[in-house]
């Protein structure tokens, strides 16, 4: 039996963290939620995902702190991040930091699809 | 030594002494009492949102309404409180499809028409909460109460009043974003502007308006951020 692949989601709202986890599992996708940023590289390295969710407020680190840590610890795992700052600001900030793609809460499941596409096939 | 008409009695000072420690202890019994209610308040409401967010689930996974529905329905007092609360807080963060068949279930469990009956409330507080719900389900039928409204809310409630508007995005609501704003403090134009940026194209000439009638109350940063919003909206009519 084919392993089903792994998306890692930095999410610490709850109705996210679920609504994230249907959207995952619906699609063949086996979902992990963190709700921080502090272990990222750690997670990562655990789980080994195709796919990374990340969202940019979360306590403890937030989510380019640890884009900037996965990134600097060589793991190039694709990272998208869903996050209510919609700043032109914060979407430089995110790409600088080793983002893939940028997209604004509240999401569109048909815009987030299409996001993941060029990363997950 | 004081003379005995001065002296208080020993016998006052020890009631007296006596009736604040019982009353420091009643009241420490009351704050305790008050929040362990609202532990066990709020640890069964988060059961219950647990509980609902099955239905969630079934709109994800674009199950028919009627099952939605089903997994909505309220079974205990209270209930339909915390359906809304999940409802709301889901549609907060969704678009499209599932924003939709969120929205449905929430006309057909009765929420929209139980906030409109709520924007007449004496409290407040009620009314606020009852605009923001409005808002966030897009009830286009409230457009007319929360206008009526406006005018007579506290500065508070106009941003709520408001913020519910910009959620709904009837084009036709923005003039008074603008009238609105006349009235508010400057720290608060930033706001208003930013919600009507949420209209896109349509709200181009009203933005610039604003800016127009206090170019002081924005910030720079805050100016060209808009500024920019309002440039991509005119290279990109809807």
Redesign the interface.
């Known amino acids: 039996m084919v392993e089903a692949k792994k998306i890692l989601i930095f999410e610490d709202h709850p109705d996210i963290q679920m609504i994230l986890q249907v959207f995952f599992r619906k699609r063949g996708y086996e979902p992990i939620v963190a709700g921080d940023g502090v272990d990222a590289v750690e997670m990562v390295r655990k789980h080994g995902p195709a796919l990374i969710i990340m969202d940019i407020i979360m306590p403890g680190k937030d989510g380019i702190e640890a884009c900037q840590d996965i990134r600097a610890s060589g793991i190039a795992t694709p990272i998208i991040f869903l996050t209510s700052k919609a700043y032109a600001d914060d979407k430089e900030r995110g790409l600088a930091a080793g983002g893939n793609a940028f997209l604004t809460k509240p999401f569109n499941t048909q815009k987030l699809d299409a996001a993941l596409r060029p990363y997950l096939g | 030594m004081l003379p005995d008409q001065t002296r208080p009695s020993i016998l006052y000072v020890i009631y007296a002494s006596a009736v604040m420690f019982w009353l420091v202890l009643l009241l420490m019994a009351y704050i305790l009492a008050l929040r362990s209610y609202h532990a066990l308040r709020g640890a069964y409401r988060e059961r219950r949102k647990a509980f609902f967010?099955k239905g969630?689930?079934l709109v994800?996974?674009e199950e028919p309404l009627e099952s939605v529905l089903e997994a909505f329905r309220p079974r205990r007092p209270f209930d339909q409180e915390i359906v809304q609360e999940v409802l709301l807080?889901?549609?907060?963060?969704?678009?499209?499809?599932?924003?939709d068949a969120l929205r449905e279930a929430a006309i057909r469990l009765g929420s929209i028409d139980r906030n409109l009956h709520r924007l007449r409330s004496w409290s407040r507080h009620t009314r606020g909460r009852a605009m923001e719900a409005l808002g966030v389900m897009r009830a286009e039928g409230a457009i007319v109460q929360i206008l009526d409204i406006l005018e007579h809310e506290t500065l508070d409630l106009k941003l709520v009043a408001l913020r519910a508007l910009a959620c709904i995005k009837d084009p036709a609501t923005l003039p008074y974003f603008v009238k609105t704003a006349q009235e508010l403090p400057p720290p608060m134009l930033t706001r208003v502007g930013s919600m009507m940026l949420e209209f896109g194209h349509p709200a181009v000439p009203h933005v610039q308006k604003l800016i127009n009638m206090h170019p002081g109350a924005f910030a720079p940063r805050v100016l060209e951020?808009m500024l920019?919003g309002v440039a991509s909206d005119l290279e990109t009519p809807s």
């Not at chain 2, 807080?89 to 924003?99: E, T, V």
């Open positions: 967010r969630v689930e994800l996974l807080d889901s549609m907060r963060q969704l678009q499209g499809p599932p924003f951020e920019k």
